[in-house]
């Protein structure tokens, strides 16, 4: 037995040599974005986009302070949705796995869209609202 466990793993070893793991695999790519005047906004905010293969989830909060990208409270989390091409965040703390955002979206919750291209250095988000106004908020990159 103990030879066999040996076994399998040298076999494991030797198949994983000289290969390079397939692209994309088990990466994750973060993006961070403020508010456009975030240093004299009275409501600072923050984006992290998460791409991991071909998925993209993003969480809004506010920032705390004007300096730096320290996060603070949640104020929405989402993801990409392709019929929509754009990242939709669902207003408030729910997390998209107790409701799906079509699901939210048809009850009337108030959410913010964000389309999206790669390789893009600004983003603008609209928050709509049913019955309420509409407002765009434009969100620009953070170096890292």
Known sequence: MRY???LILAALMLAG?????AKGFGSTTISKWKSENWATSKAPMGLVLE????????????????NGFVLGDRLAVGNYQADQKAIV?????????????????????????IPVERGAT????????KNGPTVTVNLVRVSD
């Open 4 to 6: 066999s466990a040996t």
């Open 17 to 21: 040599c000289g290969k390079e793991p």
């Open 51 to 66: 791409e991991s293969n071909a998925q993209i989830t993003a969480t809004l909060s506010e920032l705390k302070g004007t």
């Open 89 to 113: 965040l669902m207003m408030g703390n729910l997390a998209p796995s107790l409701m799906p955002v079509e699901q939210w979206i048809a009850n009337g919750g108030p959410y913010m869209k």
């Open 122 to 129: 600004n983003l603008a988000m609209t928050t709509v609202v």
